[in-house]
């Protein structure tokens, strides 16, 4: 199993001279990847509930910094040295697919190969008003359009498209991508749409969980994973083909937690027991929030996970 880490790019986190610390710290333990989160604004008043929270109240508030991703990973390339590089999940319809798609194949050129693309289709409603976006209801069909239009730009010579939201031909598109036939596509979201779209156009699921009232222990991540793999099918695709890439709170405790406690919670022992439950149903990648703007708890919990917890795991 392969691990990653958030890097909150928003509220005091997201402090260049932070993000810089944590990114060199997950290149230095051998994290396999960092991760970054996408808003461009935050409405004051909403009536857009947060689908992790049991609230439905989005954890950020309208006032506090909230760094651009796709900015941010391209600083980031320059700092770290291996450590793959994805937003945890890129809104498509904020970006026009063509520009989006140059930035994410100029990053990759620039890190060397290290992108991933992680893309969801938003929730916040208000976001899409104040932007001027295509309607909200039409977010799913128009990001399914985003993505086929990356693969069209990043795989062909002549490039051509004609859909429902964008049309072109008698193009050129470079540079390409260095990873072939380009970047990772991993598709975020836990509705049944989401789990086609993964199925049908993704290389992999990229749910995030463990934030009620959105659970997704591992036996509903089978259950999950069983509709992912009918798409694929349904698609003409291998469905092993399409990965599964968890993203869930971890917290590290010092010593064993009692029953009934928060997968992903607990001793060194008790966490690398549950990521070996997650193995046993096909994860193969795990990003892990550090719920915390204390810088210091993060890289210690970044520091024991890579010490205590991995040498655990087979």
Same mark, same amino acid.
Request: glycine share 8%; with cysteine; charged share 25%.
């Given at each position: #199993?392969? !691990?990653?880490?958030?890097? +909150? ?9 932070? #993000? ?10 051998? !994290? ?6 996408? +808003?461009?604004? %935050? ?23 909230? &760094? ?8 980031? /390339? ?11 999940? #890129?809104?498509?319809? +904020? ?7 140059? &930035? ?26 104040? #932007? ?17 239009? !990356?693969?069209?730009?990043? $795989? ?37 749409? /989401? ?12 749910? %995030? ?36 890439? !968890?993203?869930?709170? %971890?917290?590290?405790?010092?010593? /064993? ?27 193969? +990648? &795990? ?13 210690? $919990? &970044? ?12």
């Amino acid at each position: #199993m392969e !691990f990653g880490v958030v890097i +909150h790019n928003r509220s005091e986190t997201g402090k260049r001279e932070v #993000m810089v610390r944590l990114a060199q710290a997950a290149d230095r333990l051998n !994290f396999d990847s960092i991760w970054v989160t996408d +808003h461009v604004i %935050l409405p004051t008043k909403t009536s857009s509930r947060y689908p992790y929270s049991a609230t439905g109240a989005f954890p950020v508030q309208p006032h506090e910094d909230y &760094m651009e991703p796709l900015t941010v990973l391209a600083y980031l /390339a320059a700092c770290t040295e291996r450590v793959r590089l994805g937003v945890s999940v #890129m809104i498509l319809p +904020h970006r026009n697919p063509l520009l989006a798609a140059k &930035m994410l194949s100029t990053l990759d050129v620039l890190s060397g190969g290290r992108v991933i693309a992680g893309v969801g289709v938003g929730w916040l409603e208000e976001e899409f008003q104040a #932007m001027g976006l295509p309607p909200f209801r039409e977010r799913g069909a128009y990001s399914d359009e985003c993505i086929r239009i !990356f693969k069209e730009l990043w $795989t062909k010579e002549d490039p051509s498209f004609e859909g429902r939201y964008h049309r072109f031909r008698d193009i050129k598109f470079a540079p390409k991508p260095l990873q072939k036939p380009h970047p990772p596509i991993w598709i975020g979201g836990q509705t049944r749409r /989401a789990l086609e779209r993964a199925g049908a156009l993704g290389d992999a699921w990229h749910p %995030l969980g463990l934030r009620p009232p959105v659970n997704l222990d591992p036996d509903e991540l089978r259950e999950s994973i069983k509709v992912v793999r009918e798409a694929a099918a349904k698609a003409g695709r291998d469905p092993k083909s399409v990965g599964v890439v !968890f993203r869930g709170p %971890l917290n590290l405790a010092k010593s /064993a937690e009692p029953s009934g406690r928060r997968l992903l919670t607990g001793s060194p022992s008790q966490v690398a027991d549950d990521l070996k439950r997650y193995y046993d149903v096909e994860v193969r +990648h &795990m990003v892990f929030d550090v719920l915390t703007n204390d810088v210091r708890l993060i890289e210690e $919990t &970044m520091d024991r996970f890579a010490n205590e917890v991995r040498p655990k795991l087979p």
